[in-house]
């Protein structure tokens, strides 16, 4: 499996054909991991993927869903439901609209305290045993819920943020997934638009979600990101390919996901693969980005119990 895998979230009826393209264009590649959510555009990923990917042998992909977080349309996620009782319904809704007889990865959005982890991955362990799940995925949680989750039910893949901004998965996910021996599908390599040319030459700031970073936080990053940017101008790279390439270097056992509805964008991600960096480089990279140097980016864990969300902890 390439190392690299496409993330479907912004795939919608509005640009299916775009969507269409770009998952073709994927699979030409040999990018064969595709990742979605059942709450992604209220469901309309997982059609236009299904879609998508109806044309080509069930063999060539590995489809992931995450399932569980509640849509409210405009108003985003409202709550979780990950009940052992609804898993079964979830997936039928899934599988129907993907078109799909079974589905390689099934993992729960989120934990519910009102539920103990070992009955909700109990649930999925169900759906592995009758074929309709290849395997069960964790995301979202703690080192301690994967280790429960594991002793249930092996754990194919953990997914989590990580990035050159968000690097808190090394102090207790990361060692605990190698301990395991499960590898680790990481999603945000590019900050939330931080880790890229234009915002490090301050041509454009993303729209950053508030609870990740304040308006203080934005001039203080930049001047980190331009140095990665420095870096990556040496290299004949981009800003965002040299931040996914140190990502992949430093942990071999990691699955990057990559997210973008453009095939031309799609391309210019899979470069990074290219890229190799010395001993000097990573090491220099790496103290750029220490923890404490970055300002803000820490996503504090949400609670939820009996499906409504309770706050961070």
Request: hydrophobic share 35%.
């Amino acid at each position: 499996m390439k190392r690299i895998g496409l993330g479907c979230m912004g795939m919608a009826r509005r640009n299916e054909e775009q969507s269409i393209r770009t998952v073709d264009a994927a699979l030409d590649h040999g990018v064969t991991m595709f990742n979605t959510g059942e709450f992604y555009n209220g469901g309309e990923s997982e059609i236009v993927l299904g879609n998508a990917l109806r044309q080509h042998p069930r063999d060539k992909y590995f489809v992931s869903v995450k399932f569980g977080s509640l849509p409210g349309g405009p108003h985003g996620l409202y709550g979780l439901d990950v009940n052992p009782f609804n898993v079964r319904a979830h997936l039928t809704y899934s599988l129907g609209r993907l078109g799909l007889d079974y589905i390689d990865l099934y993992e729960p959005s989120r934990m519910d305290d009102a539920y103990p982890v070992e009955e909700v991955i109990g649930a999925v362990q169900e759906l592995v045993k009758e074929g309709l799940v290849r395997h069960m995925g964790m995301t979202e949680t703690t080192a301690d819920d994967l280790r429960r989750g594991n002793a249930v039910c092996p754990i194919k893949y953990f997914e989590k943020e990580y990035s050159l901004l968000s690097r808190q998965m090394e102090a207790e996910d990361l060692p605990t997934c190698r301990e395991l021996g499960i590898p680790v599908i990481a999603y945000g390599l590019l900050g939330h638009g931080l880790l890229t040319d234009s915002f490090a030459t301050g041509e454009r700031t993303p729209s950053i979600l508030p609870f990740l970073y304040k308006p203080e936080d934005i001039e203080p990053n930049r001047a980190i990101v331009s140095q990665l940017k420095e870096i990556a101008d040496g290299k004949g790279c981009s800003t965002s390919n040299l931040a996914v390439a140190w990502v992949l270097q430093k942990n071999p056992d990691m699955l990057a996901i990559v997210g973008t509805t453009h095939p031309d964008h799609l391309e210019d991600s899979l470069r990074a693969l290219d890229i190799t960096l010395t001993d000097e480089e990573m090491q220099t990279i790496g103290e750029l980005f220490a923890p404490g140097r970055v300002r803000g980016g820490v996503l504090p864990k949400m609670h939820y119990s009996g499906g409504r969300f309770i706050g961070f902890k």
